[in-house]
């Protein structure tokens, strides 16, 4: 079992923006099933997600997209030390300049895990780099409850939530696209591409 507290990095952030335990099973369950070959990762944070992905499919390699250095640094320290020499890309860019200057790439299985707020305009490209058969998974699109409230939106989180908002509905509107949002930890959508 990945133990995250092992990872370089871990201890340094107060605050650890890494997958929750349900959504992990989740994720962890798709790729054992579906067995991706080819997986794009947006957030990779120190890699542990990554990790989970790798372990939990022998035959996969995954581009990882991180827009901090210091955190791309700690990913590929982490990912090498958990064995996955060879199998894996960390790319330290804006997730949107990578995506816009890769749309041609295509992928099995794409975990949506970096800005929330930015998910809708990510949705085009990474509709055209999914394979058919292939499996879009977006993390934390619940925003704690706030996506679904039918509550007025304090002004801090509006901007954001509407976003969440906007990039769920242009999943629910895409024919091509069967989706389900697990009402589990902030949220989790998964996907499939006909
Ligand atoms: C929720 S964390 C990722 C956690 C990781 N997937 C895991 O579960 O182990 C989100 C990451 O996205 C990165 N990020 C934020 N904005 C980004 C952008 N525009 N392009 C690429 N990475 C970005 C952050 O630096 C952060 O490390």
Same mark, same amino acid.
């Given at each position: 079992?990945?133990?995250?507290?092992?990872? =370089?990095?871990?201890?340094?952030?107060?605050? %650890?923006?890494?997958? #929750?335990?349900?959504?992990?099973?989740?994720?962890?369950?798709?790729?054992?099933? #579906?067995?991706?070959?080819? !997986?794009?990762? !947006?957030?990779?944070?120190?890699? /542990?997600?990554?990790?989970?992905?790798?372990?939990?499919?022998?035959?996969?390699?995954?581009?990882?997209?991180?827009?901090?250095?210091?955190?791309?640094?700690?990913?590929?320290?982490?990912?090498?030390?958990?064995?996955?020499?060879? %199998?894996?890309?960390?790319?330290?860019?804006?997730?949107?300049? /990578?995506?816009?200057?890769?749309?041609?790439?295509?992928?099995? @299985?794409?975990?949506?895990?970096?800005?929330?707020?930015?998910?809708?305009?990510?949705?085009?490209?990474?509709?055209?780099?999914?394979?058919?058969?292939? =499996? @879009?998974?977006?993390?934390?699109?619940?925003? /704690?409850?706030?996506?679904?409230?039918?509550?007025? !939106?304090?002004?801090?989180? %509006?901007?954001? =939530?509407?976003?969440? #908002?906007?990039?769920?509905?242009?999943?629910?509107?895409?024919?091509?696209?069967?989706?389900?949002?697990?009402?589990?930890?902030?949220?989790?959508?998964?996907? =499939?591409?006909?």
């Amino acid at each position: 079992m990945l133990n995250k507290e092992d990872f =370089v990095g871990f201890e340094s952030h107060e605050y %650890r923006p890494i997958i #929750r335990s349900q959504s992990m099973k989740i994720l962890q369950q798709l790729v054992k099933e #579906r067995k991706p070959k080819n !997986i794009l990762e !947006i957030g990779t944070f120190i890699g /542990y997600s990554a990790s989970v992905m790798l372990d939990a499919n022998k035959d996969a390699y995954i581009i990882s997209l991180e827009k901090d250095k210091q955190n791309a640094v700690d990913a590929i320290k982490n990912l090498k030390e958990q064995g996955f020499t060879g %199998r894996f890309e960390v790319v330290n860019c804006d997730a949107f300049d /990578y995506l816009q200057e890769n749309s041609l790439n295509q992928f099995d @299985l794409i975990f949506l895990d970096g800005p929330k707020g930015q998910y809708y305009k990510y949705f085009p490209y990474l509709k055209k780099m999914l394979k058919s058969g292939g =499996v @879009l998974v977006a993390d934390d699109v619940l925003f /704690y409850g706030l996506v679904e409230s039918k509550e007025k !939106i304090e002004h801090k989180h %509006r901007s954001l =939530v509407n976003n969440l #908002r906007k990039f769920l509905a242009l999943l629910n509107d895409d024919n091509e696209f069967e989706t389900v949002v697990h009402h589990i930890d902030n949220g989790m959508s998964v996907s =499939v591409k006909k």
